[in-house]
Structures are given as C-alpha cells and as structure tokens.
C-alpha cells in the first residue's frame, strides 16, 4: 500500500488560535469589559495549550488508527505517515493537510474556550468533529477507475476519398 504524510505545524496552530481568542475578545468587548483580558490567550497559558494539543493529537491518531503507520511524538509538530489505498488521489493531500490543520485549531480553541468563553466552546468542539469528518472522507475517497486505451490497429484514412478528392 502507498503512504502519504502529512504535517501540522504546532506553532502555527497556537499562531491560529491565538488570533482566534483575540479577534473573539475583542469583539466580545461590547457586551463584557472583561472579556479581552479572560479569553486572550497569554504565555501563561502555555501549559494548558500544550496539554489541549497533546489531547487532539491522541484523538487525531485514534480517528486515523486504521491508516496509521508513524506518528510523532506528543510534544512536537504533528507529522503522521498514513496507509492509503491504491486508488487513494495524492491530489487530495493539502486539502487533507489543510483540513487536519483546522481540526487541530478548532479542537484547541474549543477546549481553551470551556475555560474561557463557555458561550460558544460547543460550536468549535462541532467544527473539530466536522473537519476530522472532511479528513476521513478525502482520505478514503477514490480516483475514478480509468478504463484500459482499447486503441485497436490502425485501419488507415477513415475519411473516404471522395469527400476529400479535389478533382470531382
């Protein structure tokens, strides 16, 4: 069987997340003062993040068990080597990357909002579970057979000569 891998960098993931607890923050301002400081994630938070990506990836490696070949350590970016199917499309590997990603970053943004912003924790707990979905289904897609070139022998000029004969 083929393998693909596929890498999702953790940095990058806490970079989205961060982001995504600020933009809420600050947009959450209106109605609660507090709510800036509460949901801002900050370098003391650190430990808790790390222990919310260490929970998304066991989730992510349970959900790819049946693929799974390698997988890193809990601690570093997340880079898993997968079993796919012979007709498994290689084109599907960034979409598949890219979707992993979002799954990281909503399952980490949800876990940090149980804490922080109780209000709308479910909605990215559903987004994690929807991406994960949109990961399993592009991985077990299929390229469509293609059927064998049936081109038989050449039979020659199959315009008749006289549709192409000048002289009538």
Not at 62 to 89: C, F, G, H, I, W
Not at 94 to 112: D, E, P
Request: overall charge negative; charged content about 25%; cysteine-free.
């Amino acid at each position: 069987m083929p393998t693909i891998t596929l890498q999702v960098n953790k940095a990058a993931v806490w970079n989205e997340v961060a982001k995504t607890s600020g933009y809420t923050g600050d947009k959450m301002t209106d109605s609660d003062e507090n709510a800036y400081e509460r949901i801002l994630i900050t370098d003391e938070d650190q430990k808790s993040l790390q222990r919310f990506w260490e929970e998304a990836v066991a989730v992510a490696n349970d959900q790819l068990k049946e693929m799974l070949e390698t997988a890193s350590p809990m601690n570093s970016d997340y880079d898993v080597t997968l079993k796919v199917s012979r007709s498994y499309d290689t084109v599907l590997n960034a979409s598949v990357q890219a979707a992993l990603t979002s799954y990281f970053i909503s399952a980490i943004v949800g876990r940090w909002y149980k804490f922080s912003n109780k209000t709308e924790a479910e909605s990215y707990f559903s987004e994690a579970a929807n991406m994960m979905d949109d990961v399993l289904r592009k991985l077990y897609s299929r390229k469509r057979p293609r059927r064998p070139n049936r081109e038989g022998p050449t039979i020659g000029n199959v315009i008749p000569d006289y549709v192409t004969d000048t002289n009538i």
